[in-house]
């Protein structure tokens, strides 16, 4: 289960142009919805079933999937076809983008990415509680040749535009900072994958225009 950053990237569209809105939001978090907790479900099974080698969403039907941080009351989804439809058509977009590559090596689950120095200032890193520390977890983090693939599966209704998507470009500023030292990446292609709207979405941008 993903923990979660004072700074979360799937609401950096508000606060990183709004810095004001920060401290008005600070300890409040997101409320969990049906639809947020659907999501979640589906994002855990998405990863469960790329961890096991593409194996069959559908095997998880009828099945009780927990959705609820570590220390919440524990709290679960029942896991239906049509989140077992999502998750394939994830899958398979995936399995597309890794072809070849290797797991653990090449590509990456559920990848945690730091981008606290891009946030918080210079002259405060140093001492920094670990508490304070700004992350958030990259669906899908691949490497092909010199190009860093950063995937984001978003399950809900409304169009997210990939282009300038200031979580995924956070996304990408952690894992270039952490890859960097040891690949040398010129590119960065960030995709979406959007059931709801068609699919895959993608935006490829040169490395220094993160």
Known sequence: MRAH????????????????????????GSDPSEYSDAGTATHTVA????????????????ELITVSLPR????GVMFTEEMAATVEGYVAAVREI?????????WFIEQRVEFTRYVVPEDELEGLDEADHQFGT????????????VVDLKTGFK???VENNTQELF?????????????????V?????QPAHGGMHEWVLPVGDL
Not at 7 to 20: I, N, T
Not at 171 to 187: C, F, N, P, V
Not at 189 to 193: E, F, G, N, S
């Open 98 to 106: 890794v072809d070849g590559l290797e797991l653990g090596v090449d």
């Open 159 to 161: 169009y997210v535009e």
């Open 47 to 62: 990863a469960n079933v790329l961890g096991e080698g593409f194996g069959d969403a559908h095997a998880y039907v009828g």
């Open 72 to 75: 919440e009351p524990l709290r």
């Open 189 to 193: 292609r960030l995709m979406v994958y």
């Open 138 to 149: 990259a669906d899908l983090l691949a490497f092909r040749g010199d190009e860093m693939i």
């Open 5 to 28: 950053a004072r700074l979360s990237p799937s609401s950096s569209k508000r606060w990183f142009p709004c810095p004001g809105s920060i401290p008005l939001s600070d300890g409040k």
């Open 171 to 187: 996304y990408a500023l952690g894992a270039y900072d952490e890859h960097s030292l040891m690949r040398d990446i010129k590119t």
